[in-house]
């Protein structure tokens, strides 16, 4: 995405005019209520445009991720309009114009903004064909489309889209009667079309926001104290403002910056400034175990989930207890945003995963009216969640004000982004089941400690961003909150998808966090699962069962059943088969989120006796999405998340004393290797008759048991807490013998 593009698109639906030949469109047989993102955006205008030039361009929402998400949309949009992918327009996401979706997450790109643009260009087609007929002098089934151009066979002429509407207005609003075509007719949904976005980033061209460059741009640099939101005690910048190429040197409150005309004269500048700067802030409570602190600190408390007793009676009782800690996002490239203010007009490049929510909040922190904010979405180098996209916007937002006309380049630190980003909760887990005498759960107890997993910023809610709470007029920060089932935030997936005839869940959210959290891919799901798929195989091995079979017993989903025979069938090989040490192999499963995709995994580990380093050979993964879009598209999702899940289960955790964080760069916060990653192989389950759903979030919680559960399987010794570190499993090989 170039800087120039993305302005030049400023006006991209500024037109007038409507289609040809006004036709009333009758009420059909099929109806359904309006998918939501189309709901909120009723004009037809906002999702698809005919242009003059015989292209078509289509708006969406949702934001690229690296996930495939403009791919995926152009695959529906050109099935349901009878047009090429060639043909096809899809520009980022612009407040300028784009319709509003909200944020880009939990896995509902495909399901909202994917059926929204189904439904839109399904009704944008009939719009079409019924002018087509008109003009014609022809009945719509006397029509046929080939490529954007509409050809009645009875005479054989034809007109095109571009004809009958280029470059102007439907001018209708979306009342979901035209009915989307049948997985039967699709071209393109259902193959692996390649990536849009992908060209640009494989031969160098500007494809991420910290590409761009604009025409008589300044580079800044912000300047923190060692804890988010320090108070500046005492700072001299005198020696500063002296330094080769320094522009400015920007303070509000306690937010503090530099601007230079050379990055590298930023950063020479930000350095000079932090060791002149003396900063006050309150401690973190450290010294103590986590998970032990999680429950002693008051929370916020409530029943997720309760079925009431059965008259079975409990003969055997089990409990255990799991953790994972404070986890980062570690995105391989560091927050950046690009901010220009003219006088009237704030205009910010922005990897947010939600422009229009960015949009709200930058109003309160700036103190304008969103009319006069621009947000412009631009690739980020990687994504998990909620990191420090929005909290550098804003930085770049307040920095470009005090220079107008001057278009400033911001880029966090490695530093600032392991030190200041949101990270993903640590959370605590209690989780005790009673069997009866034929070995079934018959009675669950899950209770989750955790803090809230997404405190993201939007208008109303803007003091979670840093520079709101250091410019010298701060805003509050927002009341904890967390979400609610059936998606759940801390609580998501606490619900197990097993049948227990007894069950209570409960969530205790923290309400004064110890360190800075939000969203990271999976939110609670991650800890949820891992705790549940651990216990599950704990009493499977207790009662000496085989831990799929006991599984199957509990579970009544056909199409969770389904997942697990699949993966059993592929993973067929020894698990010895490549390991030099200790061999062990593992199964989980889940639904995430209870009402998206399903996957089962198995894995296969290698586990050093001499240090406890433990390996993933390989894994076999089995998926349910739904129909499938592209598939190569899904199982790239699949495998990153598998990827990235083995690195949270073996290495990652964020690390702090009670004076700073500790976690500052890769050294101190190693991730998995190319060299440690795993052999991986998925197998996609297509249903083309079952609704579409997102794939990004569904490995987490299942990669992560299943590597505890092989490792249990290799050691003998269960491992409850994440990461399962080289020293964790060294100890537990000591205990074992």
């Known amino acids: 995405m170039s800087a120039e593009c993305a302005v030049t698109r400023r006006e991209f639906i500024a037109t007038t005019g409507t289609l040809l030949v006004a036709v009333a469109i009758p009420t059909s047989g099929f109806a359904q209520t309006l998918p939501r ?52 327009r899809a520009p980022t996401v612009d407040t300028a114009g784009s319709p509003d979706e909200g944020r880009t997450t939990g896995s509902n790109s495909v399901p909202d903004g994917g059926t929204a643009m189904r439904y839109a260009c399904a009704q944008a087609r009939e719009l079409l064909l ?20 509409v050809t009645a066979s009875s005479s054989g002429q034809s007109v095109t889209y571009w004809a009958l509407l280029g470059g102007r207005r439907f001018d209708a609003e979306a009342d979901a ?20 976005d992908l060209a640009a980033k494989f031969t160098g061209q500007t494809a991420y926001i910290q590409d761009i460059r604009l025409p008589g741009m300044l580079h800044a640099r912000i300047v923190r104290g060692d804890r988010a939101v320090s108070q500046i005690e005492s ?102 945003s690009v901010a220009e203010w003219d006088g009237e007009e704030m205009t910010v490049w922005s990897h947010s995963q939600g422009v229009y929510p960015l949009r709200g909040a930058m109003a309160d922190v700036l103190d304008l009216p969103e009319t006069q904010i621009r947000v412009i979405h631009a690739d980020g180098a990687g994504c998990y969640g909620h990191n420090g996209a929005d909290d550098v916007a804003c930085d770049a937002a307040l920095i470009a004000r005090s220079l107008p006309n001057r278009p400033i380049r911001l880029v966090w630190s490695r530093e600032d982004e392991f030190c200041h980003e949101p990270y993903g909760s640590a959370m605590s887990l209690q989780l005790a089941a009673g069997l009866d005498a034929s070995n079934r759960i018959v009675r669950w107890r899950h209770d989750v400690w955790s803090c809230s997993h997404s405190t993201r910023p939007a208008g109303g ?49 923290v309400l004064d966090p110890p360190l800075r959290n939000s969203a990271l891919r999976s939110l609670g799901a991650h800890g949820n699962v891992f705790a549940i798929e ?53 199964f989980a499963f889940a639904q995430y989120k209870n009402l998206s995709s399903y996957l089962a995994v198995v894995v296969d580990i290698d586990v050093d006796d001499n240090d406890g380093r433990t390996r993933v050979l ?111 499993v060294a100890a537990a090989l000591r205990a074992s013998g």
């Open 130 to 149: 019924r002018n087509a007929a008109a003009h014609l002098g022809v009945d719509v089934a006397d029509l046929a489309v080939d490529d954007g151009t």
């Open 235 to 336: 700072f001299d910048d005198t020696h500063i403002r002296g330094l080769p190429g320094v522009v400015s040197v920007v303070r509000d409150g306690n937010f503090l910056a530099v601007v230079a005309e050379r990055e590298e004269q930023a950063i020479a500048a930000a350095t000079a400034l932090r060791a002149a700067t003396q900063w006050r802030s309150t401690p973190y409570p450290a010294g103590e175990d986590m998970s032990a602190l999680l429950r002693k600190l008051p929370t916020m408390d409530e029943i997720v989930s309760e079925i009431p007793p059965g008259d079975t009676p409990v003969v055997r009782e089990l409990e255990a207890a799991y953790s994972r800690p404070f986890i980062a996002h570690a995105s391989l490239g560091p927050s950046c």
């Open 534 to 586: 651990s216990f599950i195989d704990e009493i499977a091995g207790d009662i000496g069962e085989d831990p799929i079979a006991f599984r199957l017993r509990h579970l009544e989903d056909p199409r969770g059943r389904a997942v697990i025979e699949r993966v059993r069938q592929m993973s067929t090989v020894q698990a010895a088969e490549g390991a030099s040490g200790r061999p062990g192999r593992g």
């Open 177 to 196: 009667t035209a009915e989307p075509k049948s997985p039967a007719s699709y071209r393109y949904v259902g193959r692996s079309e390649p990536r849009l």
């Open 37 to 88: 993102s189309l709901g909120r955006n009723r004009r037809l205008d906002a999702w698809v445009r005919i242009e003059a030039d015989g292209t078509v361009t289509v708006f969406s929402g949702k934001v690229e991720l690296g996930q495939g998400i403009r791919t995926a949309i152009a695959q529906v949009a050109a099935d349901e309009l009878d047009v090429s992918l060639e043909r096809l």
């Open 461 to 509: 809610t803007a003091g979670g961003i840093l520079a709101a709470r250091e410019k010298a007029d701060p805003l509050s920060l927002p009341p904890v909150t967390d979400g609610r089932q059936p998606t759940g935030g801390a609580d998501r997936n606490a619900i197990p998808l097993y049948r227990f005839a007894d069950q209570r869940v409960i969530e205790h959210v």
């Open 618 to 728: 390989r894994a076999w993964a089995a998926v349910d999405v739904g129909q499938v879009i592209n598939p190569d598209g899904v199982r790239n999702q699949i495998e990153g998340g598998l990827v990235q899940a083995a690195s949270w289960t073996l290495k990652e955790q964020v690390r702090y004393t009670n004076q700073r964080i500790e976690t500052r760069d890769w050294a101190t916060y190693p991730i998995l290797r190319f060299s440690e990653v795993p052999d991986v192989e998925v197998e996609l389950i297509d249903r083309p008759d079952v609704p579409f759903v997102g794939a990004g979030e569904a490995a987490q919680g299942p990669m992560a048991a299943a590597i505890g559960n092989a490792l249990a399987n290799a050691v003998g010794v269960r491992l409850r807490d994440l990461p399962l570190t080289p020293d964790r």
